[in-house]
Antibody, heavy 119, light 107 residues
Framework: EVQLSESGGGMVQPGGSLRLSCAASGFPFSSYALNWVRQAPGKGLEWVSSIIGSGDSTFYADSVKGRFTISRVNSKNTVYLQMNSLRAEDTAVYYC????????????WGRGTLVTVSS | EIVLTQSPGTLSLSPGERATLSCRASQRLDNTLLAWYQQKHGQAPRLLIYGAFSRATGIPDRFSGSGSGTDFNLTISRLEPEDFAVYYCQRYGGSLTFGGGTKVEIK
């Protein structure tokens, strides 16, 4: 079955760190870009970060640049999002999303994992 | 930075009616690199349309995309009960940007 499954969310204090994981199955993992998109409670969608299939290039939204790091291990069909120096405004459901073929729309989404930053 | 503005914020319609959702870009989009997503309450988004016009796999033909330049539309020809949801447009040429969303609710 073609699917993405996120894990690693939870509650963390401001300034803390968290690492999200996204496990993929059912498609040639290393051939596709993987992305993280977040949604704050009651708000719209916000692109966070992307990594190409080889892992050689990464991209970040200005709001997380310098604090978040995206990476992937193709042998494990897994993409990660290391989140440091977390702020209250990072509170959101974080979705893992697969890129389209040679394109940057998102044709497969995971169910999401909730990250809450609060003291 | 290109901003996508979706209108209306909320669309109140009855099943069987036609829905037209708008997505306007602050600058011309090259190559119609625009997608539409549907998100039902408590669920992840689902890709409906890519390349402004092309339906994603498994999407019913009552969903159609149109437009170019700065103005794009998503049309649902006849609303089914399962179509009441929030819809987002996304630019994916250059920066990855979402519009603010349009909620289609039952009148």
């Amino acid at each position: 079955e073609v699917q993405l499954s996120e894990s690693g969310g939870g509650m963390v204090q401001p300034g803390g760190s968290l690492r999200l994981s996204c496990a993929a199955s059912g498609f040639p993992f290393s051939s596709y870009a993987l992305n993280w998109v977040r949604q704050a409670p009651g708000k719209g969608l916000e692109w966070v970060s992307s990594i190409i299939g080889s892992g050689d290039s990464t991209f970040y939204a200005d709001s997380v640049k310098g604090r978040f790091t995206i990476s992937r291990v193709n042998s494990k069909n897994t993409v990660y999002l290391q989140m440091n120096s977390l702020r209250a405004e990072d509170t959101a459901v974080y979705y893992c999303a697969k890129g389209g073929l040679n394109s940057w729309y998102f044709d497969l989404w995971g169910r999401g994992t909730l990250v809450t930053v609060s003291s | 930075e290109i901003v996508l503005t979706q209108s209306p914020g909320t669309l109140s319609l009855s099943p069987g009616e036609r829905a037209t959702l708008s997505c306007r870009a602050s600058q011309r989009l090259d190559n119609t690199l625009l997608a539409w997503y549907q998100q039902k309450h408590g669920q992840a988004p689902r890709l409906l349309i890519y390349g402004a016009f092309s339906r994603a796999t498994g999407i019913p033909d009552r969903f159609s995309g149109s437009g170019s330049g700065t103005d794009f539309n998503l049309t649902i020809s006849r609303l089914e009960p399962e179509d009441f949801a929030v819809y987002y447009c996304q630019r994916y040429g250059g920066s990855l940007t979402f519009g603010g969303g349009t909620k289609v609710e039952i009148k």
